[in-house]
């Protein structure tokens, strides 16, 4: 781009290649909405006021324009798509810009993974920013298929769109000065360092945040992100599939405090992208719930956009990207045109972007799982109370409960909800089995079965038999990752990811329609919770609190330990 001819345009002795007429602009620095003209050279905005010499015009007739929404912390895996046909989910809900932690895929493939996202992202309309994932794998009580340590790290702090350090979960780590911890925090000092701090307050926050770490999206109640604003940490208020903080920590986003809060999504499935949105459902809830429209749209813009230092980002105004979104119903949200850099990206709800499917091969054949029999599977109590993981219904977090489970082979009691949950080394065929039990998933029979297990993304099952959990984990291991349900031994539901045992490469759409079919399906197993397979993707995670099941065992997270070896 030529600086002389953007500012010839701003001048106005120039003509645009583009104007946007008789708009309702939204001012991001000021919360004001300003009536006027947009004048786009390239991929920039030259200047905003009066505006007519231009190679192309568009009347908005006073239609709303406001800048491309920006998802501060997104991770994309979560949405089983194609890195492209994510771009087509998400575009046309306004989204053009995200800052996404690749630490999903990484934590199967390592440092390909995350190549291969950035590899698609340079021809899509959306602004792929990457945090470089400082959790591979997030803890040592499980088994991933990668390793990045402090050097690999420091490599990838240098690459292009890199942003910093991704969220560090490891926060017993952090806190108890881990050497492998502290050495990533030291290479990536200088960087936006972005936290994972679940119900930390107190001296254990002071700890977590003297090392450098100010944000965070794990808080789930009004006490502990007030709490954590007045210590001087942004506060990323979360709306995603299974993990819903919004409504809770509304009321924080004050006159105040508004400019240290921004909307995002962390994980939010293909069928509530394509169906409800991606951030800009979350600013449509905001508003449903009563915050200003143009409150709630700076919280999804220019708040994120500053946070990450992205300072050509999050608003309408002279020399910022033209990465534009055109609202025809402010309190609806209702997006009509998306532009980015200067161009339209989607309109209408059609995405006009380009479209491709191509995966190393090396990405396809990611399920490497040894080899085991039924018996295997067999859990023996050996003692009067045993701990259970209990799901919370709405939150990613649980509840850990000592139970009075009869001594000797575990048998799942469908009446009191114990059922039985596997977690299976997939990468590095050890072996291992982690064998617990969990209450909250209402099955009656059957089983069901990912290879989307946070964060290591090992086989996790939940099933009311040992012959149910055995078959969805061979057609797992048949279809090389993805989701199962199974009853009376026969799979009776699947949605087939090939890519790393996360992504599939199919149309959006068509994902879409097969994890709603596979949901419904499941549904009729049992009374289960709204998004089964997203909770079912969260108890393999050791560092959200309580009590989590990997493949090597039972973690207690809040001691931060092993409580028990694979059953024992």
Excluded at 54 to 62: T, Y
Excluded at 262 to 291: Q, T
Excluded at 512 to 520: I, K, T
Aim: aromatic share 6%; hydrophobic share 40%; with cysteine.
């Amino acid at each position: 781009m030529s600086l002389p001819d953007l500012i010839a345009v701003a001048r106005g002795d120039r003509p645009a290649d583009l104007v946007l007429k008789d708009a309702r602009i939204i001012n991001t620095f000021t919360g004001e909405i300003e009536k006027g003209d947009v004048a786009v050279y390239q991929d920039r905005i030259a200047g905003t006021g009066e505006y007519r010499k231009a190679k192309k015009v568009i009347d908005l007739k006073g239609s709303y324009l406001a800048p491309g929404f920006i998802n501060g912390h997104i991770h994309i895996e979560s949405s089983m798509l194609h890195p492209s046909q994510y771009a087509r989910a998400v575009v046309p809900h306004g989204t053009t810009s995200i800052v996404t932690d690749l630490h999903e895929i990484s934590n199967v493939s390592g440092r390909a993974g995350i190549k291969f996202v950035l590899d698609c992202a340079r021809d899509l309309p959306l602004d792929f920013f990457f945090m470089a994932p400082s959790c591979v794998p997030a803890t040592h009580m499980e088994t991933a298929g990668a390793d990045i340590e402090a050097p690999e790290i420091a490599r990838l702090l240098k690459w292009k769109n890199n942003v910093g350090l991704g969220e560090m979960m490891n926060y017993p780590g952090v806190i108890n000065a881990f050497d492998s911890v502290i050495d990533k925090i030291l290479v990536s000092q200088g960087t936006i360092i972005a936290g994972h701090a679940p119900g930390l307050g107190g001296k254990q926050l002071n700890a977590y945040m003297s090392a450098g770490i100010y944000s965070d999206h794990e808080t789930t109640d009004i006490k502990e992100g007030r709490e954590k604003l007045r210590r001087g940490m942004y506060l990323m208020i979360r709306e995603g599939s299974s993990e819903k903080n919004l409504e809770a920590l509304l009321p924080l986003i004050t006159d105040k405090t508004w400019h240290r809060c921004m909307f995002v999504v962390d994980d939010r499935s293909c069928s509530d992208l394509l169906n409800d949105g991606d951030v800009d459902a979350v600013v449509r809830k905001a508003i449903r719930l009563g915050l200003d429209p143009v409150r709630a749209i700076q919280l999804a813009t220019i708040n994120s956009a500053e946070y990450h230092r992205l300072y050509d980002l999050g608003a309408v105004a002279p020399g910022y990207r033209a990465n534009l979104v055109t609202i025809t119903d402010l309190k609806k949200l209702k997006v009509d045109m998306v532009f980015h850099n200067g161009r339209l990206a989607a309109g209408g709800g059609r995405y006009l972007g380009p479209h491709s499917d191509k995966t190393p091969q090396k990405l396809l054949k990611s399920v490497n799982m040894r080899h085991f029999d039924i018996e295997a599977l067999r859990l023996k109590i050996t003692q009067d109370r045993f701990p259970v993981i209990e799901i919370i219904p709405g939150q990613i977090v649980t509840r850990k409960t000592l139970l009075k489970v009869p001594r000797g082979v575990f048998k799942p009691d469908t009446q009191k909800d114990i059922l039985k949950a596997v977690v299976i080394e997939r990468h590095k065929r050890t072996g291992n089995i982690g064998l617990g039990l969990v209450k909250g998933f209402g099955l009656k029979k059957g089983a069901i079965a990912s290879t989307i297990a946070h964060d290591s993304h090992n086989i996790v099952v939940v099933g009311t038999s040992d012959a149910d959990i055995y078959a969805a984990v061979q057609e797992i291991e048949q279809m090389q990752g993805g989701l199962v349900a199974c009853r009376d031994g026969k799979i009776i539901a699947r949605l087939p990811l090939p890519v790393c045992g996360l992504l599939s490469v199919r149309p959006a759409e068509e994902v879409s329609r097969q994890f709603d079919a596979l949901e419904r399906t499941a549904a009729r197993l049992g009374s289960l919770p709204p998004a089964p397979f997203a909770i079912l993707s969260f108890i393999a995670l050791p560092v959200i609190p309580e009590l989590r099941l990997t493949d090597m065992g039972i973690v207690d997270v809040t001691k931060f330990k092993l409580i028990k070896r694979n059953g024992k």
